[in-house]
């Protein structure tokens, strides 16, 4: 196994053609290019509870990318993005944009992060209300967008709601509704996308630039396991009667993983150990949901040499 993890990406440090600089994020590594395209690199980096684990899960890069273009590709026609080109499995090229420092989270069953609020007897979530006699996993009345601060590298999202948003002047009241409309369509797009494949879309988040004409658009990914949870629709209502707990499509599983063994990102706690079969498993389990949720088989890209792979489609994409 040791020889499959040595085959993934977990840093990049390319210099390409008028690259003007680097962001790093916690899994996606972002080349400004003559301050008009972004090329962004997907790696097999693992965050959870905003804490990147020490080994990288192979394929994961390639999964959520191509999760998140083919989703894309599914929700244009509501709502605009930044994406041009995917010249490498793990790459996405697209219009430069000002990102928006929050994360629009919408929900639309009380599960994760939602359900611990709930049950540490909160009734509000990010100024939003939520009904009393939940229980966790039920399905919202509607949907509930509840935003998150963006977080730089090492820190925490935190929860903020609307009336702050607009107070401290992070987005402006006209941009903020049209944050909130695109979320809602995405939402709804995604939800119908998911219910083909057999799956609900739990919950997710969005992230929106602005591009140098001032258009919104959407960035980032799009209902990939990283930025959403799922469930399987069938034997749902039968579980939630039973109290039991659902079937997830996420990468929920990690988040378990990690606080049965005493780690959810807190001061003095130790990051478990992740051994080569575990890492082995999670890279299984990635696939898995890929596959689920495209309804498509997952092609494994050629991992050889991924850096020199990346650097020689990038190169090729830019060059012309």
């Given at each position: ?9 977990t ?7 008028n690259?003007k ?76 944009c000002?990102?928006?420092?929050v ?5 639309g069953y ?7 609020e ?10 939003v209300?939520m009904?009393?006699?939940?229980k ?90 990283d ?28 988040r ?16 478990p ?48």
């Amino acid at each position: 196994m040791s020889s499959i993890a040595n085959k993934t990406i977990t840093d990049t440090n390319f210099q390409f053609p008028n690259q003007k600089g680097l962001y790093k994020g916690k899994v996606r590594e972002v080349y400004n290019i003559d301050e008009k395209f972004l090329v962004m690199v997907a790696t097999d980096r693992l965050s959870a509870f905003d804490v990147v684990m020490p080994k990288g899960i192979p394929y994961k890069g390639q999964i959520l990318n191509q999760i998140a273009t083919k989703m894309m590709k599914a929700t244009e026609d509501v709502v605009p993005n930044w994406l041009v080109a995917t010249p490498d499995p793990n790459v996405a090229v697209g219009h430069l944009c000002e990102p928006f420092k929050v994360e629009m989270v919408i929900r639309g069953y009380m599960s994760g992060h939602a359900a611990r609020e709930y049950k540490a007897g909160k009734r509000t979530l990010c100024g939003v209300s939520m009904p009393d006699g939940m229980k966790e996993n039920d399905k919202f009345p509607q949907p509930i967008i509840t935003p998150a601060t963006k977080a730089e590298m090492g820190e925490h999202d935190e929860d903020i709601s609307r009336e702050d948003i607009l107070k401290r002047g992070i987005v402006s009241d006209a941009d903020y509704a049209t944050l909130e409309d695109y979320t809602y369509k995405l939402f709804q797009r995604g939800s119908e996308i998911a219910a083909e494949r057999g799956l609900i879309l739990v919950d997710t988040k969005y992230e929106f630039g602005k591009t140098k004409d001032g258009k919104i658009v959407l960035i980032d990914e799009i209902h990939t396991p990283d930025s959403s949870r799922y469930f399987y629709a069938d034997g749902y209502e039968e579980r939630q009667a039973k109290g039991e707990s659902q079937k997830q499509l996420s990468k929920e599983f990690v988040r378990q993983w990690l606080i049965s063994n005493n780690f959810q990102g807190l001061e003095g706690q130790t990051l478990p150990e992740m051994s080569d079969d575990y890492i082995e498993t999670v890279s299984e389990r990635y696939i898995e949901l890929y596959e689920n949720i495209t309804g498509e088989a997952f092609v494994k890209a050629d991992v050889s040499n991924i850096q020199t792979r990346i650097e020689t489609n990038v190169l090729n994409y830019l060059s012309q």
